[in-house]
């Protein structure tokens, strides 16, 4: 998958305001070095990314 400076920049100033949020976040709703959080502050699921992605491949099809 190709990985150019644009992309690599807003994966960066991502990770900060992730590292932000997890600070700020309540000890019970922390884990473990996650990527991606769900509204709760919690790692999200397979199932919940699974869910993400099958919404938008129907909203792509039309």
């Known amino acids: 998958m190709p ?6 920049k807003a994966l ?15 000890a019970t709703k922390r884990d ?3 990527l991606v959080l769900n509204y709760q502050g919690t790692r999200m699921t ?10 938008y491949i129907r909203l792509c099809a039309g």
Do not use: C, H, W
């Open 3 to 8: 990985f150019g400076d644009p992309a690599l």
């Open 12 to 26: 960066k100033d991502y990770l900060g305001v992730l590292e932000t949020f997890l600070m700020n976040a309540p």
């Open 32 to 34: 473990a070095q996650p």
């Open 46 to 55: 397979t199932r919940s990314v699974g869910r993400l992605i099958e919404k």
